[in-house]
C-alpha cells in the first residue's frame, strides 16, 4: 500500500502552527554567542581598521544594519544587510585562503559568496579573477559578461575579459575591451595588455604609442625594457624586440632574462646561422642567472644540433631538473641519449615526454617517431612499430605537429603571463589572530541564520532550510538554528534534512512537543517506522485529535508491532469523529496495510458514503481489489478515482497495467504515456509502456521506454528481458544477446523466463 498521497495529506493539513523562529542577536532571543562579539574582534583586528583608527570594518557596518533593519521590522533590508555581511565575510576567508596557497577552497569561498549575494560585484570579480588563475577562463568569461551586462563601466571586468579574449586568440575582441577599459582609466596594466592585442593586429605603432606612455610614467628602466622587447617578440617584432633587450643590457647588463630573450631572437630570426651569437648570449645569461631554464634548454638544443652529446645532456639534464613538467627537454634530451649510445635512458625521456605532451596530442607525433627508433635499436620490433603507427596517424591527422622544442619557446613568456594573469601571493600561509578568523566564522554563521530566519517567515522554506544548514557550517552556538532547521526542513518536505536538526533539538528539549511530532513525522515519512513510533510513545496521550497525524501514529506502531498501540489509535481517530470520511479513508488504509481486506474495504466504502468524491477511496479499494485478483472491481474503482481525481498518475498506472493484461493495449498506452510525461524518471511506466508498444509493434517508441527503465533501474530484470525481445525483432541480435545475459544476471530464481504475454506484476 502506498503512503505517499496520504503522506501529502498529512503536509497539506497544516498540522502545526508556524513556529515562532527567534533571530539570532535579537531583543526576540538571545543565543548563547552574541553575534555581535566577532564583530568587535573584527574591528579590532582587521587590516582596514589598522590603517585607520577611525573607520569601521565593513563586515561589522553592515551587520549591524542588518540589526537595526530586523528590529526595525524593514526585513527586506535587513535580507539585503545580511547577504552583504555574508558575502564579505567569505571574501575575506576566501583571501586567506588565496594567501595560503589553497586555491580550491578559496574558490568554493567565493562561489558561495556570489551565491549569497549575487548583486556584490566584488566577489563575481574576484571569484573571475580566481578562475582565471586557475587556469579556467571558461568559468570566468560569463560571469565578467553578465557583470557588464549589469553595469558596462565595470574596468576591471572589460580588463579580464580582453586577457581571456587573447588567451583565446581573438585578438580584435581584446583590443576592443581593452581598448574601452584604457580609455576610462589610463592603467599601466591594461596598457601592455592592448600593446599585445595591437602587436598581435600588427598594428605596431599603436603598440609602440603606448610602450612610450608606460615609459613616461614608469620611467625607464632595464626590467621595463626587458618587458616591453617580450611584448615584441611576442608579436613577432623580432628587430624591435631585439632593440629593447639591448637598451636593457646597456642599463644593466645583469638585468635578468635580457640575454636570454635576445639569444632566442637572433634563433628566430635567422636560424641556425645565429647559432653562435645565440650561444653566447645563453652563456652570458647563465653567468647572472644559472636557474634560468629558457638557457639551458636552448644551450642544450645548439649542443645536440652541433653534436657536442655531453654538453647537450648536461644542459639539457638541468632543464628538466629546473621544469621537470617541460615535454619539449625531454624530448630533445632523449634524443641526444639515443645518439651518444645510451638507448636505454632514452625510452624513459621518450615516455615522460610522451606522458607531457599527451599521447594523442599532435606536438608528440616526433616524439613517438625518435621513440620508435630508440626501440628498433633495443630490438623491440613490435613495440618499435607501434610507435610508428602511432606518429604516423598524428601525421595524417589535422594541425602541424609542434614538438614546443624549437627554440622559440612558443609558450607566452612568464613575464607576459603574470601580466595577463597576475600569480597568487608565494609567501605562504599568513598568519591571521585566530581570533579574526573566528569572528568572520561566527558572524557568517549568524548571519545565515537570521537570513534563513527572514525567508521562513515569508514560507520560502527549502531555500530557508539551506541557508540554516549553511549557518550549521560556520557556528553551531546559535540556539534557535536546530530547531529552525529542522522546521524549515520538515516544511520544505526534506524530511532526511530534517531528521538530524531535530533529533539534537528533542534531545537538548524533551518537553518541545510540536518539535517531537515534527520529528516522529520525519522518521515516518521516510518509512523509518520503529523510531517513529518510538518517537510518538512519548506523547500519544497528548497528541491532538488530527486524523493525519494520529494515523501516521497509528501506522507507525502497527509496522513496528505494538498491533495494540495501533488499535487504540485507531478507536481514538473513529471515536473522535465517526463521521469524517477522511478517519474512514485512513482506517481502512491502516487494515490495508494489515492486509485485513474485509475491514479496509468496509471502510473505504463507508468514506465513500460520506464523501463520494473523496480522492484515494477508490484507489485504496482498487489496490485491495487488484491484490485479491478482482480486476473488474479493481478497473471500476480506478476508473472512478479519475472521475473525481483526473489525471491522478498512480491510478492511471494501475489503469494501464490492468488493461495490458487484458490485451487492450490502445488504451493501456494512452494511460501510460500520461503516467510518463508527469513522471517521466518512473521506471516502472517506462516499462509497462515499453511493454505494451511491443506487444503493439512499435519497436522504436517500445525500445525507447525500455531503455529508459532499464536506465533508471538497473536492477529490475524484466525490464532487460522486454528490451532484449525488442532489439531481437528489430533485427539487433549482438544487442539482443547482451542484453539476455543481464537478465539471466538479475532475475530470481524462477523456472522459465516469463513469455512475451505475461504481463510482470507491479512492484
Not at 2 to 12: F, P
Not at 249 to 276: C, E, F, I, N
Not at 681 to 705: F, Q, S, V
Amino acid at each position: 500500500m502506498r503512503h505517499s498521497a496520504v503522506r501529502s495529506r498529512l503536509l497539506a493539513a497544516s498540522i502545526f502552527p508556524l513556529f515562532l523562529l527567534p533571530l539570532a542577536g535579537t531583543a526576540q532571543e538571545k543565543p548563547k554567542t552574541k553575534p555581535v562579539a566577532p564583530h568587535q574582534q573584527i574591528r579590532k583586528q582587521s587590516a582596514a581598521a589598522a590603517e585607520s583608527k577611525v573607520q569601521k570594518d565593513p563586515v561589522e557596518e553592515h551587520y549591524r544594519a542588518a540589526e537595526t533593519f530586523q528590529l526595525a521590522g524593514d526585513f527586506g533590508s535587513a535580507e539585503t544587510e545580511y547577504r552583504r555581511v555574508i558575502s564579505l565575510a567569505l571574501q575575506r576567508m576566501a583571501a586567506i585562503r588565496i594567501l595560503a596557497q589553497d586555491s580550491s577552497q578559496a574558490l568554493v569561498l567565493l562561489q558561495s559568496a556570489t551565491a549569497a549575494d549575487p548583486s556584490g560585484v566584488e566577489a563575481q570579480m574576484s571569484l573571475a579573477s580566481l578562475y582565471l588563475r586557475s587556469g579556467d577562463p571558461a568559468h570566468a568569461k560569463p560571469i565578467l559578461l553578465s557583470v557588464l551586462a549589469k553595469n558596462e563601466h565595470q574596468l576591471g571586468a572589460k580588463n579580464l575579459l580582453g586577457k581571456i579574449s587573447f588567451m583565446e586568440g581573438d585578438y580584435a575582441a581584446a583590443a576592443d575591451q581593452l581598448k574601452a577599459a584604457w580609455a576610462e582609466n589610463p592603467d599601466i596594466d591594461v596598457a601592455y595588455s592592448l600593446a599585445l592585442a595591437y602587436l598581435k593586429l600588427k598594428q605596431v605603432a599603436n603598440a609602440a604609442n603606448l610602450f612610450d606612455e608606460m615609459l613616461t610614467s614608469l620611467g625607464s628602466s632595464a626590467e621595463l625594457h626587458v618587458l616591453i622587447g617580450r611584448a615584441y617578440q611576442e608579436g613577432s617584432q623580432f628587430d624591435l624586440a631585439a632593440e629593447e633587450f639591448r637598451k636593457a643590457l646597456t642599463m644593466d647588463p645583469a638585468v635578468a632574462r635580457a640575454h636570454s630573450y635576445l639569444g632566442t631572437v637572433y634563433l628566430l630570426q635567422r636560424g641556425d646561422a645565429a647559432a653562435k651569437d645565440a650561444q653566447g648570449e645563453f652563456e652570458a645569461e647563465l653567468v647572472h642567472n644559472p636557474s634560468d631554464y629558457s638557457s639551458h634548454f636552448h644551450l642544450g638544443v645548439l649542443h645536440f644540433k652541433q653534436h657536442d652529446l655531453g654538453p647537450a645532456e648536461l644542459e639539457l639534464n638541468k632543464a628538466v631538473n629546473l621544469q621537470p613538467n617541460s615535454p619539449e627537454a625531454y624530448f630533445y634530451l632523449g634524443q641526444a641519449q639515443m645518439e651518444s649510445g645510451n638507448s636505454q635512458a632514452s625510452l624513459a625521456s621518450f615516455e615522460k615526454a610522451v606522458q607531457l605532451y599527451g599521447s594523442a596530442s599532435k606536438a608528440s607525433e616526433p616524439v613517438h617517431e625518435v621513440y620508435s627508433k630508440a626501440l628498433e635499436r633495443l630490438g623491440k620490433h613490435d613495440l618499435a612499430q607501434q610507435e610508428l603507427d602511432t606518429a604516423h596517424k598524428l601525421g595524417d591527422s589535422d594541425g602541424k605537429a609542434d614538438p614546443g622544442g624549437l627554440p622559440g619557446d612558443p609558450k607566452l613568456g612568464d613575464e607576459i603571463q603574470a601580466v595577463l594573469i597576475p600569480p597568487v601571493p608565494s609567501a605562504g600561509a599568513p598568519k591571521i589572530p585566530s581570533q579574526y578568523l573566528t569572528s568572520l566564522k561566527e558572524a557568517t554563521g549568524n548571519a545565515y541564520h537570521n537570513l534563513g530566519v527572514i525567508l521562513a517567515q515569508r514560507s520560502q522554506y527549502e531555500d530557508a532550510a539551506n541557508l540554516f544548514a549553511e549557518a550549521a557550517k560556520w557556528t553551531a552556538d546559535i540556539k534557535a538554528l536546530d530547531k529552525n532547521w529542522g522546521t524549515a526542513s520538515f516544511r520544505a518536505k526534506h524530511y532526511k534534512m530534517a531528521i538530524a536538526p531535530l533529533e539534537r533539538h528533542v534531545l537538548a528539549d524533551p518537553q518541545d512537543s510540536n518539535a517531537r511530532q515534527m520529528l516522529a513525522l520525519s522518521y515516518f515519512m521516510t518509512d523509518d517506522f520503529p523510531k517513529a513510533a518510538a518517537a510518538f510513545r512519548p506523547i500519544l496521550p497528548t497528541l491532538p485529535d488530527n486524523p493525519s497525524l494520529l494515523y501516521a501514529a497509528g501506522i507507525a506502531l502497527a509496522k513496528s508491532g505494538d498491533s495494540n498501540g495501533a488499535n487504540e489509535i485507531f478507536r481514538r481517530m473513529l471515536v473522535q469523529n465517526p463521521d469524517a470520511a477522511e478517519v474512514h479513508l485512513y482506517l481502512g488504509q491502516a487494515h490495508a496495510e494489515q492486509k485485513e481486506d474485509v475491514e479496509a474495504l468496509r471502510e473505504f466504502s463507508r468514506a465513500l458514503e460520506l464523501n463520494s468524491k473523496l480522492p484515494e477511496a477508490n484507489y485504496s479499494a482498487g489496490m485491495v481489489h487488484l491484490r485479491q485478483g478482482n480486476r473488474d472491481q479493481a478497473e471500476s474503482d480506478f476508473r472512478a478515482e479519475l472521475a473525481v481525481n483526473p489525471g491522478d498518475a498512480a491510478a492511471e498506472y494501475r489503469l494501464g497495467y490492468i488493461l495490458l493484461a487484458e490485451q487492450r493495449q490502445p488504451e493501456a498506452i494512452e494511460m501510460l504515456g500520461d503516467v510518463v510525461r508527469q513522471k517521466p524518471n518512473d521506471a516502472d511506466a517506462h516499462y509497462e509502456l515499453g511493454k505494451a508498444l511491443l506487444e503493439k509493434g512499435d519497436l522504436k517508441p517500445a525500445i525507447e521506454r525500455l531503455e529508459a527503465a532499464v536506465h533508471l533501474d538497473p536492477g529490475q530484470p524484466n525490464a532487460y528481458y522486454q528490451l532484449s525481445l525488442a532489439y531481437r525483432r528489430q533485427g539487433r541480435a549482438q544487442d539482443a544477446e547482451t542484453t539476455l545475459r543481464q537478465y539471466e544476471k538479475l532475475k530470481e530464481k524462477k523456472p522459465r523466463a516469463p513469455s512475451e504475454n505475461e504481463s510482470v506484476k507491479p512492484r
